[in-house]
Nanobody, 123 residues
Framework: QATLVESGGGLVQAGDSLRLSCTAS????????MAWFRQAPGKEREFVAG???????LHADSLKGRFTISRGNAKNTVYLQMNSLKPEDTAVYYC?????????????????WGQGTQVTVSS
């Protein structure tokens, strides 16, 4: 299992943008599916976006057009660009990885998780 470290969270106003980063300790994750999930207080952890090793991407329908997942050139870093943020986007955002090259929206399919980064959007 890879060690994942997220960064880039913070407190922003509605309409602002943020870019989250997730760096894996092991470059073999370039062959992994990487994903972002989020968990708001009192809610289940939900899928945000995922990217395969061949850079195929999948985004949650409700977030399409505002959130974009991508990989860095080194392949062991994944980004989540979040635009036009809304108060309902407030959550802890988690990076996850699975060693099977198939994107899944099910959190139980991911064996490696970061510690999470808090995103708070004020109205």
């Amino acid at each position: 299992q890879a060690t994942l470290v997220e960064s880039g969270g913070g407190l922003v106003q509605a309409g602002d943008s943020l870019r989250l980063s997730c760096t894996a300790s092991d470059r073999t994750v370039s062959r992994y599916v990487m994903a972002w999930f989020r968990q708001a207080p009192g809610k289940e952890r939900e899928f945000v976006a995922g990217i395969s090793w061949s850079d195929f991407t999948l985004h949650a329908d409700s977030l399409k057009g505002r959130f974009t997942i991508s990989r860095g050139n080194a392949k062991n870093t994944v980004y989540l660009q979040m635009n036009s943020l809304k108060p309902e986007d407030t959550a802890v955002y988690y990076c996850a990885a699975r060693s099977v090259d198939k994107i899944s929206i099910d959190k139980s399919d991911f064996g490696s998780w970061g510690q999470g980064t808090q995103v708070t959007v004020s109205s």
